[in-house]
């Protein structure tokens, strides 16, 4: 059964980082690829990083692209989210999702692809 946990939120100054990791027992990497999303409080879920199926490539939303480091450990089935020079906008709930390998290029960003969610782990950035 396929379970995702995510780990590492907490509370960090503006411009601080944080590395979230997402413990993804029993999801098998060759069907399935790995992404995050978050959710700011009022705002609906957004797109945040995800991998290109062969895992040679990682895509990010503009508003963390240079900031924010996708990668992944396939023997510990540990999918990380390295988010540097942290932002106020950056506050939100951040989780690890998991959508069909055969999903196509335009949609990798569509959260409704996802079909595996973890519960979650709250990251705020504040003085």
């Known amino acids: 059964q396929v379970q995702l946990a995510e780990s590492g939120g907490g509370l960090v100054q503006p411009g601080g980082s944080l590395r979230l990791s997402c413990d993804a027992s029993?999801?098998?990497?060759?069907?399935?690829?790995p992404g995050w999303f978050r959710q700011a409080p009022g705002k609906e879920r957004e797109f945040v990083a995800t991998?290109?199926?062969?895992?040679?490539?990682?895509y990010y939303s503009d508003s963390v692209k240079g900031r924010f480091t996708i990668s992944r450990d396939n023997a510990k089935k540990t999918v990380y989210l390295q988010m540097n020079s942290l932002k106020p906008e950056d506050t939100a709930v951040y989780y690890c999702a998991a959508r069909k390998t055969g999903t196509i290029l335009s949609e990798i960003r569509n959260l409704l692809n996802y079909d595996y969610w973890g519960q979650g782990t709250q990251v705020t950035v504040s003085a």
């Open positions: 029993g999801l098998t990497f060759n069907s399935r690829v």
């Open positions: 991998f290109h199926r062969s895992a040679s490539t990682t």
